[in-house]
């Protein structure tokens, strides 16, 4: 079973940035993405991309802020995140089929 583990979440002022990551145990033939859930609220759509890199997917709330990108070579997933607002504090969780990670906490300051 393939295992997914985020990193790179934290503490950062509002239009700052962070970069997170989810390593895959093993290869991932297929769409990846993130997802977050913030507290009192439905976890959701944030961005994906295929594999081949050639489609990729945002939710209308990061479009042109976010970015999502895969190593293929290295079975890693990243999302990098511009100019935060404090609405994106949340758990980030990283998506393989019907596989999750444990989630990486993001905290906007205002």
């Known amino acids: 079973q393939v295992r997914l583990v985020e990193s790179g979440g934290g503490l950062v002022q509002a239009g700052g940035s962070l970069r997170l990551s989810c390593a895959a145990s093993?290869?991932?033939?297929?769409?990846m993405g993130w997802f977050r859930q913030a507290p009192g609220k439905e976890r959701e759509f944030v961005a994906r991309?295929?594999?081949?890199?050639?489609?990729?997917n945002y939710a209308d709330s990061v479009k042109g802020r976010f970015t999502i990108s895969r190593d293929n070579a290295k079975n890693t997933v990243y999302l990098q995140m511009n100019r935060l607002k404090p609405e994106d504090t949340a758990v980030y969780y990283c998506?393989?089929?019907?596989?999750w990670g444990q989630g990486t906490q993001v905290t906007v300051s205002s």
């Open positions: 998506n393989l089929g019907d596989r």
């Open positions: 991309i295929s594999w081949s890199g050639g489609t990729i």
């Open positions: 093993g290869r991932t033939l297929n769409n």
